[in-house]
Every structure is written in structure tokens, then in C-alpha cells.
């Protein structure tokens, strides 16, 4: 069974600053990673997914993947009070739809 | 809009008592979810669906069972609902992988098994 792990447990950033998370797959087989936003009370809202090796850049959100390491970061420049929040990762493998889900990065940006 | 709906969002239950989580979605998407989120475990996926008519188990399916009817409604359902099984649920639908890949959850359902 596949794990997810995500790195750090919490993270604070100043307002403006760049917030970095990381997530590892344990399965070599692993084919896609999503990455969500929770803010709290709500639900998860999917923010970016990435397949290929390289970078993926959407607004002030970019993801990395390194498939031969299983990793994949996201950033966040010019961090908003607004982004603070629960972050999860979720990767697939094997060719199927069955998502695994790290136990999350919470961030927090402080004014 | 993508949209999913989950009914009820709040439920609180005996212990012992069946109870029947409903989600709907208006995204015609084929997959389904239901996962629990805890404190200290994230989101763990319980069934999915791949469209009506099946049902998966996912990672934690012990005490639950699913049912996907249509395309829209894939429920969840506690036979025998136990203390440990409170907790937030949450559905989704989506379609994950090649050049679509997305996933919308439902507001959640905070059960508690008393």
C-alpha cells in the first residue's frame, strides 16, 4: 500500500514570503500527484496536479516533480494571509484512480 | 459549476445504529469517494466507485459499506456504527489522470457515534 508522506507538520511565512512543502511517494510505481487546499471548516479544493518531471507554474503557485526520487514540492511566492491553510498531497500509481493522501502541511502567514 | 452535495452534514448516532451518508454530484464525472478525515491522519479513503453500479474498497473499508446506484448518488452506509467511526466524511467525484484531472469534494458530514 502505497504512503505519502509530507514535509514539514507546520510551516510559517511572512506575509509576502515564499512558502516551500514537499510530499514523497513510497511506491516507485507512482504515475500522478495532486496537490489541495483546506482551508478550515471546508473542504479540500484541488490547486494543481503534475505527471511529467519538471516544473508546472500556475499564478503564484508552481509544483516540481522529480519522478526517479517520487518527490514532488509545492511553492508559494508572496504568500497571502489568505493561503493559510491545511495543504494535502495525493498520488496515484499503478495506472489506477485510487488517490493517497499525505496527512498535510499546515501553513501559516502571518501580516 | 462543479458541484457536490452531501446530506446530512451533521449526524449524530447510537451506538450500534445504522446510518446512511448520501452524496450527489452534478459533474458527470465517473469516480466517486468517500474518505474520513481525523486529526493526525489526514483524508483516508474508505470506497470509491468507478461508476454506477460498482463500488472498490479503498484503504479503510472495515464497518462500511457503499452503493452507487447512478451516476449522480454513491452513498455510504454504517450497519453498525461504532464510537470509533466519528469523524468528518467527506465525498468526491472526479476524474483523475491523463489530460483531465480534476476532483471536487463535498462539504463534509460530521458524524458522531455516541
Known amino acids: 500500500q502505497q504512503k505519502v508522506q509530507q514535509s514539514p507538520e507546520s510551516l510559517i511565512v511572512p506575509e509576502g514570503g515564499m512558502a516551500s512543502l514537499n510530499c514523497t511517494s513510497s511506491?516507485?510505481?507512482?504515475?500522478y500527484f495532486w496537490w489541495y487546499r483546506q482551508h478550515s471548516g471546508k473542504s479540500p479544493k484541488m490547486l494543481m496536479s503534475i505527471f511529467s518531471n519538471g516544473e508546472k507554474e500556475e499564478g503564484r503557485f508552481t509544483v516540481h516533480l522529480n519522478k526517479a526520487s517520487l518527490h514532488t514540492s509545492l511553492h508559494i511566492r508572496d504568500s497571502q494571509p489568505s493561503d493559510s491553510a491545511l495543504y494535502l498531497c495525493?498520488?496515484?500509481?499503478?495506472?489506477?484512480?485510487?488517490?493517497?493522501f499525505g496527512k498535510g502541511t499546515s501553513l501559516v502567514v502571518h501580516p | 459549476e462543479a458541484a457536490v452535495t452531501q446530506s446530512p452534514r451533521n449526524k449524530v448516532a447510537v451506538t450500534g445504529g445504522k446510518v446512511t451518508l448520501s452524496c450527489n454530484q452534478t459533474?458527470?464525472?465517473?469516480?466517486m469517494y468517500w474518505y474520513r478525515q481525523d486529526t493526525g491522519h489526514g483524508l483516508r479513503l474508505i470506497h470509491y466507485s468507478y461508476g454506477a453500479g460498482s463500488t472498490e474498497k479503498g484503504d479503510i473499508p472495515d464497518g462500511y459499506k457503499a452503493s452507487r446506484p447512478s451516476q449522480e448518488n454513491f452513498s455510504l452506509i454504517l450497519e453498525l456504527a461504532t464510537p470509533s467511526q466519528t469523524s468528518v466524511y467527506f465525498c468526491?467525484?472526479?476524474?483523475?489522470?491523463?489530460?483531465?484531472?480534476?476532483?471536487?469534494f463535498g462539504p463534509g458530514t460530521r458524524l458522531t457515534v455516541l
Open positions: 459533474n458527470n464525472h465517473n469516480n
Open positions: 468526491a467525484s472526479g476524474e483523475l489522470g491523463g489530460r483531465l484531472s480534476e476532483q471536487y
Open positions: 495525493a498520488a496515484t500509481s499503478g495506472g489506477n484512480y485510487k488517490p493517497t
Open positions: 511506491d516507485r510505481n507512482v504515475d
